[in-house]
């Protein structure tokens, strides 16, 4: 079982428990999820498409890769570039980001077609997000899209978090319409209700539903904080009741490592709510923790039955 995530992989600092000092890290939406994969699934092989530059930086984080059980062989290597940077600023308590992704070398993980093509035809499950198209300019998504409709009529899975982050696009409407161009093309579309409300306008998380089913996605799980997880597959409906957390520290993540479980599933071939069950037991493990990559008991993500 092969899963292949596409997107950008940054370089964090975050603050330490000494003032003015920062801890490096690496981190990034469609990484979070690959990183929980290979924490829970050890059968499944995890695979990241992105590109970074060829400096120390870019080659610490491959280096954090293989050392999370992440393959590294589709990462493209582009001379003179570098990855990009996220700062955290806690002010009391409350965490703030500021970033350095403009001109990361991520932005081109869609330039080299050829790469592309292999990397999909390499992977049995596809994985990407809203972001991996915000960084990309038009003629790559493009590309991007090409690729992932090859992969699709050869029978591999596309799966899309659509994770809409407004100030990465030109315009809220240029993000929106990419989003369902995406979603259309995909075999499961993870929105979470919050985004999808502020942008699109959904009234509850089965209007987030109903917009994804009217385009034909044939699998859709709506996150929803620690309301009901609301799905549909092949037509039929059903929902996840979530045990609310009280003591919530931090929920970056929380989307991101839901989605380990249930791609785990996917590739599995497990039950989908027994997936999104397994979301839900890793989430609340993460929420309950500071920072996007927390370690994992390998027990989390098995099914209790
Ligand atoms: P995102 O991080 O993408 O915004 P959500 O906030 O909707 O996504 O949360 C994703 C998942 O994280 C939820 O479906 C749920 O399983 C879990 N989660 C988030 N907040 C809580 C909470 N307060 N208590 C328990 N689980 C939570």
Redesign the pocket.
């Known amino acids: 079982m092969r899963f292949l995530a596409i997107g950008e992989c940054m370089a964090e600092l975050a603050p330490s428990d000494q003032i003015g000092e920062f801890k490096l890290g690496f981190a990034g939406d469609t990484f979070n999820t690959a990183w929980y994969l290979a924490q829970v699934a050890s059968e499944i092989d995890v695979s990241y498409l992105t590109a970074v530059g060829d400096d120390a930086i870019s080659q610490d984080m491959r280096t954090f890769m293989k050392d999370s059980r992440i393959s590294d062989t589709h990462v493209q290597v582009i001379a003179g570039k570098t990855v990009g940077l996220y700062l955290i600023h806690l002010n009391n308590g409350e965490r703030s980001f500021s970033y350095w992704r403009n001109d990361s070398a991520a932005r081109q993980l869609a330039v080299d077609e050829i790469a592309l093509g292999r990397a999909v035809g390499d992977a049995d499950l596809i994985y990407l997000s809203g972001i991996t198209l915000a960084i990309l300019d038009p003629q790559s998504r493009e590309k991007l899209f090409d690729a992932l409709r090859h992969a699709r009529a050869y029978g591999m899975t596309v799966a899309f978090d659509t994770n809409l982050r407004p100030r990465l696009w030109s315009t809220p409407q240029e993000m929106t319409d990419t989003i369902m161009i995406a979603a259309a093309q995909s075999d499961l579309v993870l929105p979470?209700?919050?985004?999808e409300a502020e942008w699109f306008g959904d009234r509850d998380s089965i209007a987030t539903l109903n917009r994804y089913a009217e385009i034909g996605v044939d699998q859709i799980v709506v996150?929803?904080?620690?309301q009901p997880?609301v799905f549909q597959k092949d037509g039929q409906r059903g929902e996840v009741d979530?045990?609310?957390?009280t003591s919530?520290v931090d929920?970056t993540a929380?989307?991101d490592s839901?989605n380990a479980g249930v791609l785990a599933s996917v590739l599995r071939h497990d039950d989908l709510t027994d997936g999104i069950r397994q979301?839900?037991r890793l989430?609340?493990h993460v929420?309950r923790h500071k920072g996007a990559l927390i370690p994992v008991d390998v027990n989390l993500g098995e099914d209790e039955g």
Not at 223 to 226: G, V
């Open positions: 979470s209700y919050d985004d996150k929803n904080s620690a997880v979530v045990d609310p957390v919530v929920t929380a989307g839901f979301g839900c989430a609340s929420v």
